[in-house]
């Protein structure tokens, strides 16, 4: 019996000494894991390659560091400085793990998403974050269409430059009536184009005994039958716009995208139209220029 006891006093002993040593081990664990991330990397440090050019940030997706450097790459430079813990920014500045100052970087003039950066055993593939790639596609789309916008509001204006050329008044000044054809209209009342303003019209609406709301209210459903009836997807009217001016009814006409066949059509046209309307007085387009 005494050895019996002796041998379960002794096992319970080394029982209570392994469980002391696993709470320790447990601790140090605890302890290290604190400081470092789950890759065993420093707190704070940046571990994803990235590097920053024209503006961009182009980052490492562990495709590899020893592919061939595709053709139409070229280099443009080399990086400048590496930083562990703050983000790139500016043109040549990196980040992340196994990146150094003296880096070859490559660029090429067609693929604008995708660097590539050399490494002793190659090239590596950095891209740019597919959501940016996006939002440049959109703002170059959307340069492009002010720029064709731009283009068109030139050619008009060259247009309607063009047709003035010889148009002059016995005053020496530019017979815009005739221009537009104005003086050829057969209408209830005066119009008249006092000045020319590139692709905006704004007509001001005389109405004999003052605006009443009456007036403004039928003047606004001519020209919505006016637009309804004469423009349709090939044949675009303009953007039309009425509202009160201080004594008389404003009509606002934007010619951007007529096509310049249609714009002296466009013009008159809303004149005609107006002259369904009884108790006008006169109509003059861009008064006071």
């Known amino acids: 019996m005494g050895i ?24 140090n ?37 020893d592919e061939k450097l595709p053709e139409g790459y070229e280099i443009a430079g080399t990086i400048k400085r590496v930083d562990s813990k703050d983000y790139p920014a500016e043109n040549f500045a990196a980040a992340g793990v196994d990146l150094e100052a003296g880096q070859e970087i490559y660029i090429s003039t067609t693929e604008k998403n995708v660097i590539y950066l050399k490494y002793d055993s190659g090239y590596a593939r950095f891209e740019r974050r597919p959501e940016e790639a996006t939002e440049k596609a959109q703002d170059e789309t959307k340069s492009a269409e002010k720029e064709n916008e731009i283009e068109g509001n030139s050619e008009m204006t060259a247009y309607m430059d063009a047709s003035m050329e010889e148009d002059y008044g016995e005053d020496g000044e530019f017979d815009f009536d005739s221009i537009f054809g104005i003086d050829q209209l057969d209408l209830n009342y005066e119009a008249h184009v006092a000045g020319f303003d590139g692709e905006s019209f704004l007509y001001s609406v005389h109405i004999d005994g003052g605006v009443t709301d009456e007036k403004v209210d039928e ?18 009217m303009g953007y039309i716009d009425i509202y009160n001016g201080e004594d008389q009814i404003m009509i606002y006409l934007d010619l ?26 006169s109509v003059i387009i861009n008064e006071g220029m």
């Open 4 to 27: 019996r006891k002796g041998i379960f006093i002794g096992a319970a002993m080394l029982s209570i000494m392994a469980c002391t040593a696993c709470g320790n081990s447990g601790g």
């Open 219 to 236: 003047i606004q459903q001519v020209m919505a039958d006016y637009s309804s009836q004469n423009g349709d997807e090939e044949n675009y």
């Open 256 to 281: 951007g995208g007529v096509s310049e066949e249609n714009s002296n059509m466009v013009v008159t046209g809303i004149l005609n139209a107006l002259n369904s309307v009884s108790g006008i007085k």
């Open 29 to 65: 664990v605890s302890e290290t894991n604190s400081a470092e991330t789950s890759t065993g990397v420093e707190s704070g440090i940046i571990e994803q390659p990235q590097v920053m050019y024209d503006g961009h940030i182009y980052y490492y997706n562990a495709t590899g560091r």
